[in-house]
């Protein structure tokens, strides 16, 4: 079974970058599309960004497009969301969730909190 461990959050300024990452725990890693969602205390989790198995194809919501950029390195069984720009909105659990079994958003990591201070 495919894990997911995300690592890079933490408390920033408005205006600052994080980069974010997420390990997974097997080389199948590369045949998955990948994906950043978050949530926001008393708010459902949506999607951020989202990465096809190659690389080649990224989406991004509206609320990041032009300052977040996910990437992946099947290399390193890794995906990254680099961050700049931050935002007080920005302030939420960032996840990483694959397509492991189907089309759907099936596998999650444990989540790691990411704070904007204005």
């Known amino acids: 079974q495919v894990q997911l461990v995300e690592s890079g959050g933490g408390l920033v300024q408005a205006g600052d970058s994080l980069r974010l990452s997420c390990a997974a725990s097997?080389?199948?890693?590369?045949?998955?599309?990948m994906g950043w969602f978050r949530q926001a205390p008393g708010k459902e989790r949506n999607v951020i960004a989202t990465?096809?198995?190659?690389?080649?194809?990224?989406n991004y919501a509206d609320s990041v497009k032009g300052r977040f950029t996910i990437t992946r390195d099947n290399t390193k069984n890794t995906i990254y969301l680099q961050m700049n720009s931050l935002r007080p909105e920005d302030t939420a659990v960032y996840y990483c969730?694959?397509?492991?079994?189907?089309?759907?958003?099936?596998?999650w990591g444990q989540g790691t909190q990411v704070t904007v201070s204005s």
């Open positions: 097997e080389r199948t890693f590369s045949r998955y599309a």
């Open positions: 969730a694959a397509q492991v079994r189907s089309t759907l958003w099936d596998t």
């Open positions: 990465i096809s198995w190659s690389g080649g194809g990224a």
